[in-house]
């Protein structure tokens, strides 16, 4: 191991939720005989060695915090802000046909 690589783990409460992040890491990138997986007492332990560019990455997908599901949330939060307020619920219908009708619209007249 190069002297400039440190370690990034993660603990874990079942042996599948540890297997899930050596697979979210082999999807980000990180080589899947690199990650280490080891049992200390009632927990399960996810390490892989890591240089200090890739630390950050190699944290988000131990913790299964990718930017996908970071706008899945955001989208469910915009999704109750529009439920919540019946006037912006109605402008955005409004917005919605308005495109459909223009876009209809432009096909009829080919």
Do not use: Q
Not at 11 to 24: I, L, Q
Not at 27 to 52: H, K, Q
């Amino acid at each position: 191991m190069a002297h400039d690589t440190r370690g990034v783990s993660a603990e874990f409460a079942s042996r599948e939720a540890a297997h899930a992040a050596k697979d979210r890491l082999t999807r980000a990138g990180f080589a899947r005989n690199s990650v280490d997986l080891y049992r200390r007492d009632d927990t399960y332990v996810v390490w892989i060695p890591t240089r200090e560019e890739n630390r950050r990455r190699a944290e988000r997908a131990l913790s299964g915090r990718t930017p996908l599901r970071a706008m899945g949330r955001g989208g469910g939060a915009a999704l109750e802000a529009v439920g919540s307020n019946p006037a912006l619920a109605l402008g955005l219908a409004a917005l919605a046909g308005f495109a459909l009708f223009g876009l209809t619209r432009r096909r009829a007249d080919r």
